[in-house]
């Protein structure tokens, strides 16, 4: 693991250009707009949620698994690999490569089947249709495709360290901290390097609880924000970008209704071929071959 984020992988293989994503994406786009493609991506960051919540994982967890499932879908098409697939498979392998444990096949299979049921129903008609052997086989294409580069930086442990710099004021790493989480339902952790991520969300999180300079008499106060950014030395016009790019986010989900739109959405996505019945994927035959539902993926290759 690299000591920090510039000498990383994260750093040197996986920040993406913008035109590169928007490229890989036109196959998807053939048959989706782009606020429905955003969508889809709120909707299963939704559902990587869910998952880290039902196994009672960190979030810090779930924000990798959210991370690896965007560098999939940032090199290939939606039709390569079902996301309904895809989704689990990230939370199983970001359990183990953040340390919180290895997650039973059985229990990530049940969680998967209960939140699906429970939560989502009115995205999924059927239950959930994978098994053990099928996550198994898409961890493998995941680690081939993110060329086993593991290590993800996140944006709080900056956001963090620019709070204690500014002054500890817990509403603010609070307004702050729900931003950052809300960044894992768009691009921006493929696109900009996290520390930076970390000042957009504080500095939204500073203007909407409008932050005014201490007075006089207020010596333990935190400092005023607008002096605090005004020292900073970082490309302003690269935060404005993400700011403008989580209000974007803002925008859409203001008007989303997910329970009545997803399913139409769903609908229309790109799919592999559909998986092994129930009762073939239980069969003693659990080698991990090449499925059919991974053909796209081979194409694409």
Same mark, same amino acid.
């Given at each position: 693991?690299?000591?920090?984020?510039?000498?990383?992988?994260?750093?040197?293989?996986?920040?993406?250009?913008?035109?590169?994503?928007?490229?890989?994406?036109?196959?998807?786009?053939?048959?989706?707009?782009?606020?429905?493609?955003?969508?889809?991506?709120?909707?299963?960051?939704?559902?990587?949620?869910?998952?880290?919540?039902?196994?009672?994982?960190?979030?810090?967890?779930?924000?990798?698994?959210?991370?690896?499932?965007?560098?999939?879908?940032?090199?290939?098409?939606?039709?390569?690999?079902?996301?309904?697939?895809?989704?689990?498979?990230?939370?199983?392998?970001?359990?183990?490569?953040?340390?919180?444990?290895?997650?039973?096949?059985?229990?990530?299979?049940?969680?998967?089947?209960?939140?699906?049921?429970?939560?989502?129903?009115?995205?999924?008609?059927?239950?959930?249709?994978?098994?053990?052997?099928?996550?198994?086989?898409?961890?493998?294409?995941?680690?081939?495709?993110?060329?086993?580069?593991?290590?993800?930086?996140?944006?709080?442990?900056?956001?963090?360290?620019?709070?204690?710099?500014?002054?500890?004021?817990?509403?603010?790493?609070?307004? +702050?901290?729900?931003?950052?989480?809300?960044?894992?339902?768009?691009?921006?952790?493929?696109?900009?390097?996290?520390?930076?991520?970390?000042?957009?969300?504080?500095?939204?999180?500073?203007?909407?609880?409008?932050?005014?300079?201490?007075?006089?008499?207020?010596?333990?106060?935190?400092?005023?924000?607008?002096?605090?950014?005004?020292?900073? +030395?970082?490309?302003?016009?690269?935060?404005?970008?993400?700011?403008?790019?989580?209000?974007?986010?803002?925008?859409?989900?203001?008007?989303?209704?997910?329970?009545?739109?997803?399913?139409?959405?769903?609908?229309?996505?790109?799919?592999?071929?559909?998986?092994?019945?129930?009762?073939?994927?239980?069969?003693?035959?659990?080698?991990?071959?090449?499925?059919?539902?991974?053909?796209?993926?081979?194409?694409?290759?």
């Amino acid at each position: 693991m690299a000591g920090n984020f510039w000498q990383s992988s994260h750093f040197h293989q996986w920040i993406l250009d913008k035109q590169d994503i928007i490229k890989e994406r036109q196959k998807d786009l053939k048959n989706l707009s782009e606020d429905d493609y955003w969508k889809i991506q709120i909707f299963f960051a939704n559902v990587i949620q869910a998952l880290g919540e039902q196994l009672k994982l960190r979030q810090q967890v779930i924000a990798t698994a959210t991370v690896y499932f965007k560098r999939f879908y940032a090199r290939y098409s939606l039709h390569c690999i079902d996301p309904v697939l895809m989704a689990p498979t990230c939370i199983f392998l970001a359990s183990k490569v953040e340390e919180f444990g290895v997650i039973s096949n059985s229990r990530l299979i049940t969680a998967a089947s209960t939140v699906f049921k429970n939560k989502f129903s009115y995205a999924f008609t059927k239950e959930f249709p994978y098994r053990v052997n099928h996550v198994l086989e898409c961890e493998f294409y995941l680690l081939e495709l993110m060329d086993c580069c593991l290590i993800v930086y996140h944006p709080y442990r900056a956001l963090v360290h620019y709070i204690q710099d500014m002054g500890p004021d817990e509403q603010l790493l609070q307004a +702050s901290w729900k931003i950052v989480n809300d960044t894992y339902r768009t691009d921006l952790c493929l696109i900009y390097p996290p520390f930076m991520i970390a000042l957009a969300c504080l500095h939204m999180a500073c203007a909407i609880h409008q932050k005014e300079p201490p007075k006089e008499h207020q010596r333990d106060s935190p400092r005023d924000c607008r002096h605090w950014f005004a020292e900073l +030395s970082v490309d302003l016009d690269k935060i404005l970008e993400i700011t403008r790019s989580i209000l974007r986010l803002y925008e859409i989900w203001q008007s989303y209704d997910e329970r009545t739109e997803i399913g139409p959405i769903l609908a229309k996505m790109p799919k592999p071929k559909s998986p092994p019945n129930n009762e073939e994927a239980s069969t003693s035959d659990h080698t991990l071959r090449p499925s059919g539902f991974y053909r796209g993926l081979k194409q694409d290759n």
